[in-house]
């Protein structure tokens, strides 16, 4: 049965509290209660073990094969910067991220860093883009963006 939730604290708390069997998270987002011992962690949804709970298996290692969903973080402008200042600002905020306090912060609250630079960044959002359309066009699921 599919519980939808406005988000990712009800859901920890409801399955923490037993009313609901599982659900699936963001790292970041449910490991203080994995730490506090509120919350198992039962699979990665990953291609691959993460840094944090390298005994945790991937889906695929679970059972499920093909399964690789993977959640994400982007820096986005206005349309029409100049190429200058994106190229700039990739740089920069990839080198901020890279390594040092920044990278360790972020990997000590569940991320896993793979900064990318602007060119990546954009082949990468377009492919996910056509990957989920493509799933949700399989699925029957459409949403009229402007409405409401």
Not at 29 to 58: C, E, H, I
Not at 109 to 127: A, H, I, L, T
Request: avoid cysteine.
């Amino acid at each position: 049965l599919h519980i939808p939730y406005k988000g990712a604290n009800e859901a920890q708390i409801d399955v923490a509290t037993g009313l609901v069997d599982f659900f699936f998270a963001n790292l970041p987002s449910a490991l203080a209660m994995v730490n506090q011992g509120r919350l198992k962690v039962l699979a990665v949804t990953s291609s691959k073990r993460v840094r944090q709970f390298p005994n945790v298996p991937t889906m695929a290692e679970a059972g499920v094969s093909d399964f690789n969903i993977t959640s994400w973080l982007g820096v986005y402008g206005p349309a029409g910067m100049p190429k200058a200042i994106v190229d700039q600002l990739s740089a920069d905020i990839v080198a901020g991220v890279s390594q040092g306090e920044p990278r360790t912060r972020l990997e000590n609250v569940g991320f896993e860093v793979n900064p990318m630079r602007s060119e990546q960044w954009d082949r990468f959002n377009k492919e996910e883009l056509a990957r989920w359309s493509d799933i949700a066009k399989k699925a029957g699921i459409s949403i009229e963006f402007g409405k409401g």
